[in-house]
C-alpha cells in the first residue's frame, strides 16, 4: 500500500523505518516544522525528519494541518493509508483523506492509558503489564477501534527509557502487520473494551517527588520520569541556598516510624531520605548545573548531612 507517515521523535523513527523496509511504499512523511534550540538558536530537526531526508523521502513540515495548501499537497500523494506514531492531534480533514483511514499506533494497551505519556504513567502507577496498540483514528482522542495489540511485561528494572526502548522495537513490527492485514482485507476493527484510564502531558510542576508516600510509590515515581523528563527534589543547604537536583535512580528499604522528608547522609556513600514507610537511598542524580553522578561519585568531598529537604 502506499503510506503517508506523520510522526516526530525517535519513538516514530523505528516504525517508519520497518514500513519503509516492508513490502509498502512510504510516499510522503510529515513531521513537525523546524525549531531553534540551545543558547546559539541552532536549528533542530525532528529524528522523523532526519529520516526522511537520510532516505530521500518526500517529506511536509505544515505550520497549520487545515492549510488548504498542505491539504492539496496530501492529496496529491494518492495514498491508500495514513499511518500516525507520536505526532500531533490530526483534524478529520487529515485523518478521513485516504481510502483506507488513519491508523495511530500507541504505547499502551488501550483503552488503558489514553493521552500524551503512557509510558511515563504506567510506571508511575505501578503497573506490570503494558504494550503498544494500534487503532483506527476518529473524532475522539485514543478511542478509535483496536486493530491490533501486543503485550510485554514491566519488569521491576524497567524505567521510561527502557520501556521506551522495548516498546518502539515492538510497534515497528506492529504497524507492518497492521499495513499487512489492512492491505489483504482479514484484519478487522474492533471496538475498545475496558475501563479507560489517561496519561496526560507531563509538565515541570508534576515532576516533584512527594516523599509522604509509601515507599514503593516513591521508587516508581523516579523509574517512571527516568531519564526524561526526571523526577526533582530541592534541597536547602545551611546557608539557605535551595539547590534544584534530578533523581534518575533509587531503592527503597522499609523502615518503622519514619519521619518523610528527613535526609540522612553518612557523608561518604549513602544519600537517602525517608518517605512515610522507610527510606528512599538515592543512586544517581544530577544538580542543577552539574553532571549526571552516582550517589557516591557525587558525595565525595560534599558535607550535604546538614542539609535539608525542601518540601
Given at each position: 500500500m502506499r503510506v503517508v507517515f506523520l510522526g516526530t521523535p525517535d519513538f516514530a523513527v523505528a516504525s517508519l523505518d520497518a514500513i519503509h523496509n516492508s513490502s509498502h511504499e512510504v510516499v510522503a512523511v510529515v513531521t513537525v516544522p523546524d525549531r531553534q534550540a540551545g543558547r546559539g538558536q541552532k536549528v533542530v530537526y525532528s529524528p522523523v525528519k532526519q529520516y526522511?531526508?537520510?532516505?530521500?523521502?518526500?517529506?511536509?513540515?505544515?505550520?497549520?494541518?487545515?492549510?488548504?495548501?498542505?491539504?492539496?499537497?496530501?492529496?496529491?500523494?494518492?495514498?491508500?493509508i495514513f499511518v500516525v506514531v507520536a505526532f500531533r492531534m490530526l483534524p478529520e480533514a487529515v485523518w478521513n483523506m485516504p481510502p483506507h483511514g488513519t491508523f495511530n499506533l500507541h504505547a499502551s494497551l488501550l483503552p488503558a492509558y489514553r493521552g500524551a505519556a503512557p509510558i511515563n504513567w504506567a510506571i508511575i502507577r505501578g503497573?506490570?503489564?503494558?504494550?503498544?496498540?494500534?487503532?483506527?483514528?476518529?473524532?475522539?482522542i485514543d478511542e478509535g477501534n483496536i486493530l491490533l495489540r501486543a503485550e510485554t511485561p514491566i519488569n521491576p528494572d524497567d524505567n521510561a527509557g527502557t520501556l521506551h526502548d522495548r516498546l518502539a522495537a515492538m510497534g515497528r513490527d506492529l504497524v507492518v502487520r497492521t499495513l499487512d492485514g489492512i492491505a489483504d482485507?482479514?484484519?478487522?476493527?474492533?471496538?475498545?473494551?475496558?475501563?479507560?484510564?489517561?496519561?496526560?502531558?507531563?509538565?515541570k510542576d508534576d515532576t516533584r517527588i512527594d516523599f509522604h508516600q509509601p515507599g514503593h510509590r516513591v521508587v516508581d515515581f523516579i523509574r517512571g520520569l527516568s531519564p526524561y523528563p526526571a523526577a526533582t527534589l530541592t534541597l536547602r543547604s545551611p546557608d539557605g541556598q535551595d539547590v534544584p537536583f534530578k533523581i534518575f535512580e533509587a531503592s527503597f528499604t522499609p523502615a518503622p516510624e519514619t519521619i518523610a522528608g528527613t535526609l540522612v547522609c553518612d557523608g561518604k556513600k549513602t544519600l537517602k531520605i525517608a518517605a512515610n514507610d522507610g527510606f528512599i537511598h538515592i543512586l544517581s542524580l544530577q544538580m542543577s548545573g552539574k553532571r549526571k553522578n552516582h550517589a557516591e561519585e557525587f558525595l565525595c568531598g560534599?558535607?550535604?548531612?546538614?542539609?535539608?529537604?525542601?518540601?
Open positions: 526522511a531526508l537520510d532516505h530521500n523521502l518526500p517529506l511536509l513540515q505544515p505550520e497549520r494541518l487545515r492549510d488548504p495548501d498542505f491539504l492539496e499537497a496530501l492529496q496529491a500523494f494518492r495514498a491508500d503497573e506490570q503489564l503494558t504494550g503498544v496498540t494500534t487503532f483506527l483514528l476518529n473524532h475522539k482485507g482479514t484484519l478487522h476493527p474492533t471496538p475498545q473494551q475496558g475501563n479507560p484510564s489517561t496519561a496526560p502531558k507531563i509538565f560534599k558535607k550535604i548531612s546538614n542539609w535539608k529537604l525542601i518540601t
